[in-house]
């Protein structure tokens, strides 16, 4: 969860690391360092607490240089946010490194080195690493071979970044589990934890696989698997660009990505559907084999995405007939699963590097599924990489903690996954082309749902001195009905639940007075009136009502009872995007009512790399 910039060229390397953090931020942010090699062979190192401003504000007063460098902004895993705890860390004066991941033998080791006379500064597992390396150093190993020796010691997993003080001309990374890039530029070289710190300075980069250790110079890159062999990584050129993740004329990098959902659903659609069809190729060139064994699907996912499984389980089934289990991650990886055949893995990710599904998916290959299929936005990422299908999301960086379009581009995606299923299980061709026609509506009908914004801007006043909240749903409804309360508690700092609305009278209407909104997601669908049964339970006590739906659906508006109409058509494959707008407005509107850091709310980080 934490973000690595490091580079060696003929220019002062600080500008370009100091960019590079301001870009990672967003994964990370209790802390700050950077390090540099000085004209006098010194290593200068910097650090604060906090954003990566207060790291800005050191330099102000304590200026660094060099052209040899690293930096590193910190989301705690060991020990309390501080500046002892922040990297980079030092060993001797003479090695420097900064280091993503975990480390699980960090105790036995520490103990082993304060028996060969080290003392340590921090409470973090990553100094430890670094007193290793410099230990092989002191065995007379040049630097890659002591990372190397290091790194067979190690239980965990890492992306390391390594300098040495009288080597001014190289700099060390190597990669297990956590993802580690390098930039290739004219007379310099780069490393970095994910492409978007490096796109002001290249778009061409090497993505190092696990085992990998990589020796770097101003001109050249030499890797070596975890053999000792040479390898070559291939150079890609990344079609992002450096102004793809600026903020623009908007307030906040989240109201942006809301605004670019119709761009972004209509960039993961294009191509892949077609006359009428949803073209199963998209899902790579083995998805025809690989989908005529399906018998069942299990998907696997975290948070935001675990939400977008929980739709794709009711398209599935309504579509395919096939049974579907969804499960958290986290969850799935500590039990012994029964995997019937012919089932395939689903895994959904926003980054492609969330540890636990990263996890689960290298668990799920010894336990016989029928292959593994991963949703993903980030193409370098190590789930797209290791799975036999994929479908990129295609949604653009997202940089707001609180996944807004990276979430509707995997319903889109999901979507697609669902009709081609149901191709396969008797789907008939006029269906599957009306489902194909509310794919492409979606663009627009997002469009239409963005034009709620200024009046949802005045709904959210409602909840500006509220504690608490309660979304309710019915159906796919109800999986959106969790994302938006689980948008909300994140961005507002509100606690908020969601239930399936047929639910109430099971205990949570016990909560419901004039102090808890509840916030209602009712489309014009097959459970309408039902809803509407359930929804009298809450004026019943009194509660006040936000009901999202459309003009078809005729919900009466009262003192207690605030209907947003939407001008939107309804449709299986539409209700789930299309409501999940009005919901991350309105979390976006409290917030900024509530004054919280609405990109970078407190505890969470962008991609979970680590347990």
């Known amino acids: 969860m934490c973000g690595i910039v490091a580079g060696i060229a003929e220019r002062d390397i600080v500008p370009v690391l100091m960019e590079g953090l301001r ?52 989301w705690a895993t060991h020990g309390e946010p501080s500046e002892r705890n922040a990297h980079p860390h030092v060993s001797g004066d003479e090695v420097a490194l900064v280091h993503n991941g975990i480390i699980e033998n960090h105790e036995a080791l520490r103990e082993e080195l304060h028996g060969d006379g080290y003392d340590f500064d921090s409470e973090t597992d990553s100094e430890v690493v ?19 020796n290091t790194v067979e010691r190690l239980e965990g997993a890492y992306a390391l970044v390594v300098i ?5 001309d190289l700099l060390v990374a190597a990669r ?4 580690v890039v390098i ?10 934890s994910d492409v978007t710190a490096l796109l002001p300075v290249t778009n061409r980069f090497q993505f190092l696989e696990d085992g990998d250790i990589a020796s770097l110079t101003r001109d050249n890159v030499v890797v070596r698997d975890r053999s000792g062999k040479p390898v070559e990584r291939p150079i890609k050129e990344s079609e ?133 299929l991963t949703i993903c936005n980030v193409p370098e990422s190590s789930l797209v990489r290791e799975s036999e299908l994929v479908l990129m999301t295609r949604a653009g960086p997202e940089i707001g903690v609180a996944s807004t379009k990276a979430f509707t581009t995997q319903l889109a995606a999901l979507a697609l996954l669902a009709v081609v299923l149901g ?40 909840f500006a001195d509220k504690e ?39 205990g949570p209407l016990a909560l419901v007075d004039e102090n808890m909104p509840v916030v209602v997601v009712a489309p014009n669908d097959d459970t309408l009136e039902k809803l509407k049964s359930n929804l009298a339970e809450v004026r019943a006590r009194g509660g006040e009502l936000i009901v999202f739906t459309d003009v078809a659906s005729h919900f009466k508006q009262d003192a207690n009872t605030h209907v947003v109409e939407l001008q939107i058509e309804r449709g299986l494959l539409l209700d789930p995007v299309t409501y999940t707008v009005p919901l991350q407005l309105l979390a976006y509107h409290v917030a900024v009512l509530r004054g919280t850091d609405v990109d970078q709310p407190r505890n969470l980080a962008k991609s979970v790399t680590v347990e």
């Open 23 to 74: 870009r990672l931020e967003y994964r990370g942010y209790d802390s700050a360092g950077i390090v540099a090699l000085a004209g006098d062979g010194r290593l200068e190192r910097r650090r604060a607490v906090g954003k990566v401003g207060r790291l800005d504000s050191e330099l102000e007063e304590h200026e660094v240089g060099g052209r040899l460098g690293m930096a590193h902004t910190r």
């Open 176 to 179: 297990m589990g956590c993802p």
């Open 183 to 192: 930039g290739r530029g004219i007379g310099e070289t780069f490393v970095a």
């Open 164 to 168: 040495h003080r009288d080597q001014p």
């Open 240 to 372: 992002l660009s450096a102004e793809a993740v600026e903020r623009g004329e908007f307030r906040h990098f989240m109201l942006k990505e809301i605004y670019e959902q119709p761009r972004a659903l209509a960039e993961t659609l294009e191509e892949r559907i077609a006359n009428g069809k949803v073209l199963e190729a998209a899902f790579g060139p083995q998805s025809g084999k690989l989908f005529e064994q399906v018998r069942a699907v299990h998907i696997v996912a975290c948070g935001t995405s675990f939400h977008a499984g929980l739709v794709a389980r009711h398209l599935v089934e309504t579509l395919a007939g096939l049974p579907v289990a969804v499960e958290v991650a986290s969850e799935y990886r500590y039990r012994q699963p029964a995997v019937p055949e012919g089932t395939l893995f689903v895994t959904i990710s926003q980054s492609g590097e969330t540890a636990d599904t990263l996890a689960a998916l290298r668990m799920a290959r010894t336990l016989g599924y029928a292959g593994a």
């Open 468 to 506: 608490h909240a309660l979304f309710l749903g019915r159906g796919a409804s109800g999986a959106i009905a969790l994302e938006g309360a689980l948008k909300l508690k994140e961005i507002s700092y509100i606690h908020a639940e969601a239930y399936p609305a047929g639910e109430l009278k099971h």
């Open 423 to 462: 191709r396969r299980n008797g789907l008939d061709a006029a269906k599957e082309k009306r489902l194909v026609g509310e794919l492409q509506a979606l663009p627009d009908m997002v469009a239409r749902a963005l034009k709620a914004d200024t009046e949802i801007s005045r709904i959210a006043e409602l």
């Open 130 to 148: 670094a007193h290793l390396v410099h230990r092989e150093l002191r065995r007379g190993n040049a630097l890659p071979a002591a990372v190397r």
